[in-house]
């Protein structure tokens, strides 16, 4: 009743079956051992038919946890024969892209991981840090891989200081599905050009590219006007703003000196015109 139980909770289905439940109290952990039917003949990806098993290996993956225990799952995996005559590993169906661990505990991992530090989720779910940092490394390689930019034609880049230090990231993001799709080191010219290079490993052309919003970084503008012929260039509101800001306040220094009246309106004049109140211009 229990192994059923526990197979049904688990999604476990023929010729797959629980053997044995172990919970060792003192350490806190639930093992429990998955086998295959006698005589299972097992399917292959890329290979036509029912293939017998050769030998088996037992594979030991994290699972979630049950209840506030650690969940492993011991199955004892099929090498099949092949009618070529080579022998291959089988991975059951639950197995994650990262040896050890389920699909299930790889989603848990993911899912954390976009809402918390790798430390955080290492420490929540009991494993190192080089592991959260592998699954999700290793997932984003797979995203990546199946990546389709041809529909891609408007971009925002930025960069972001990523160490201590002088150290960059360059951005991109695709404007209309609001994801990003590029990342690289640096913040020069060549980012652009290394993007461009991705839109032509996806599908993609740097022709396609319409519009892009950047700084007013020279590099970012040299980089666009090169690597990306066709985009027009559009400068984002918060550095158009900041410059703008920037020249009314010299301004104001300046001519603060022959006009006494200018004295102590920085803060008035900088503000939006929605954010003043008479209070305000009335002090100033």
């Known amino acids: 009743m229990m ?19 172990q919970f060792e109290e003192v350490k806190k952990v639930l093992s429990i051992e998955i086998d295959f039917e006698k005589g299972t003949r097992f399917s292959y990806p890329g290979i036509d038919g029912l293939h017998p098993a050769y030998d088996t290996q037992t594979k030991r993956y994290r699972h979630l946890n049950f209840f506030q225990h650690e969940c492993f799952l011991e199955v004892r995996v099929p090498r099949v024969k092949l009618p070529d005559g080579t022998v291959k590993l089988l991975e059951p169906a639950w197995s994650g892209k990262f040896d050890g661990f389920t699909l299930l505990f790889e989603a848990m991992v993911l899912f954390m991981a976009q809402h918390s530090t790798f430390a955080f989720v290492a420490n929540m779910l009991n494993i190192s840090w080089h592991r959260v940092h592998a699954i999700c490394t290793k997932y984003v390689d797979l995203a990546l891989d199946t990546a389709d930019l041809s529909q891609v034609s408007a971009v925002a880049i930025d960069e972001t200081s990523c160490q201590k230090g ?45 519009s892009v919003s950047i700084d007013m970084s020279p590099a970012f503008i040299k980089g666009v006007t090169e690597h990306l012929p066709a985009a027009k260039i559009t400068f984002d509101k918060f550095h158009v703003i900041a410059h703008a800001s920037h020249a009314v306040d010299e301004t104001r220094r300046v001519e603060q000196k022959s006009e006494s009246a200018l004295k102590g309106t920085r803060w008035a004049l900088l503000k939006s015109t929605a954010n003043l109140n008479v209070v305000t211009v009335l002090r100033k």
């Open 3 to 21: 192994n059923t139980l526990f197979e049904s909770a688990l999604g476990i289905q023929k010729p797959w079956h629980i053997r044995n439940i």
């Open 166 to 210: 002088h150290e960059y990231l360059t951005i991109v993001a695709d404007m209309k599905q609001r994801r990003v799709i590029h990342v690289t080191p640096g913040k020069d010219a060549e980012t652009i050009a290394s993007f461009a290079k991705t839109l032509e490993e996806h599908n993609g052309k740097p022709k396609q590219i319409a």
